[in-house]
T-cell receptor, first 114, second 115 residues
Framework: DGGITQSPKYLFRKEGQNVTLSCEQNLNHDAMYWYRQDPGQGLRLIYYSQIVNDFQKGDIAEGYSVSREKKESFPLTVTSAQKNPTAFYLC?????????????FGSGTRLTVV | AQSVTQLDSQVPVFEEAPVELRCNYSSSVSVYLFWYVQYPNQGLQLLLKYLSGSTLVKGINGFEAEFNKSQTSFHLRKPSVHISDTAEYFCALVMIKAAGNKLTFGGGTRVLVKP
């Protein structure tokens, strides 16, 4: 079955460390997105990519970095510059068409700084 | 700039009672509108979407929503809820023809269905 796989489901990081969250899709979607979810704040866009080797900052990109070397993969690195990284991170994808119908989401990664 | 406001952060409701979740939006251009549901520690699942046409949209699990352009609202309703409807619900929009098809989400409404 086609879908989006995020790994790991739970991740613990020590302060000052970088950590990378994985997002892989086999839906043949061109566009991929990373959102951060905090209680009561909904989802906020971190980065997005519409094609391979290209990506743009979202609303809260500071302290994060991404790469898009393959169509199927869009990893997110949470750097030590991110002051409050504890959150639930969601990856999504969509076809890059004019008839937009919404995203397909992964099941998320919960990151906790210890 | 665009924004989505979900007017209730929590909605308690008894089983088999109706529920309405309110969503208002603001945008300088035309939008598509969506409702997503999230169960604990999971991703989001699309409930329904409004792209064009009839303003009453039917989705999965018996949910429906009505697009009201004059009131810039997209309220979600279900006539009779089940325990399994306990979840968080998100309203979202995308600006038509804007680059990137970026979804903007509301803050979410947590529905607790009580027996």
């Amino acid at each position: 079955d086609g879908g989006i796989t995020q790994s790991p489901k739970y991740l613990f990081r020590k302060e000052g460390q970088n950590v990378t969250l994985s997002c892989e899709q086999n839906l043949n979607h061109d566009a991929m997105y990373w959102y951060r979810q905090d209680p009561g704040q909904g989802l906020r866009l971190i980065y997005y990519s519409q094609i391979v080797n290209d990506f743009q900052k979202g609303d809260i990109a500071e302290g994060y970095s991404v790469s898009r070397e393959k169509k199927e993969s869009f990893p997110l690195t949470v750097t030590s510059a991110q002051k409050n990284p504890t959150a639930f991170y969601l990856c999504a994808s969509s076809p890059r068409t004019t008839d937009f119908w919404g995203y397909t989401f992964g099941s998320g990664t919960r990151l906790t700084v210890v | 700039a665009q924004s989505v406001t979900q007017l209730d952060s929590q909605v308690p409701v008894f089983e088999e009672a109706p529920v309405e979740l309110r969503c208002n939006y603001s945008s300088s251009v035309s939008v598509y509108l969506f409702w997503y549901v999230q169960y604990p520690n999971q991703g989001l699942q699309l409930l329904l979407k409004y792209l064009s046409g009839s303003t009453l949209v039917k989705g999965i699990n018996g949910f429906e929503a009505e697009f009201n352009k004059s009131q810039t609202s997209f309220h979600l309703r279900k006539p009779s809820v089940h325990i399994s409807d306990t979840a968080e619900y998100f309203c979202a929009l995308v600006m038509i023809k804007a680059a990137g098809n970026k979804l903007t989400f509301g803050g979410g409404t947590r529905v607790l269905v009580k027996p």
